[in-house]
Nanobody
Framework: QVRVVESGGGLVQAGGSLRLSCTAS????????VAWFRKVPTKEREGVSC?????????VYLDSAKGRFTISRDNAKNMVYLQMNSLTPDDTALYYC????????????????????WGQGTQVTVSS
């Protein structure tokens, strides 16, 4: 059974940084696609960033996050990270990690239905 767990959220002042972590256990191997999504009460859940199964593709979907957010993977630790810099109050949201086996191996998706496994979310709050 696959289990996805996020961590690293918290309260930070505008201009600060946070690094979110995600680990997925239960896959038969360490090759799986990971995406970060976020949800604020007034909007639909939206895709933030994705890293492909073979790590060849890393995509930041949010225009507002490009140049500030970076996704990466440490295979030795079975961890995927979302480094978030220059945070603004608009980044305040519940951030979710999602995992799945997308095809092709180099592929990514910002669609929620592409991912079978989800974490519970970690709250990021940015104060002004």
């Amino acid at each position: 059974q696959v289990r996805v767990v996020e961590s690293g959220g918290g309260l930070v002042q505008a201009g600060g940084s946070l690094r979110l972590s995600c680990t997925a256990s239960g896959f038969t191997d360490d090759e799986y696609t990971v995406a970060w999504f976020r949800k604020v009460p007034t909007k639909e859940r939206e895709g933030v960033s994705c890293i492909s199964r073979d790590d060849s593709s890393t995509i930041v979907y949010l225009d507002s996050a490009k140049g500030r957010f970076t996704i990466s993977r440490d295979n030795a630790k079975n961890m995927v990270y979302l480094q978030m810099n220059s945070l603004t109050p608009d980044d305040t949201a519940l951030y979710y990690c999602a995992a799945g086996r997308l095809w092709p191996r180099s592929g990514c998706s910002a669609s929620q239905v592409a991912y079978d496994y989800w974490g519970q979310g970690t709250q990021v709050t940015v104060s002004s």
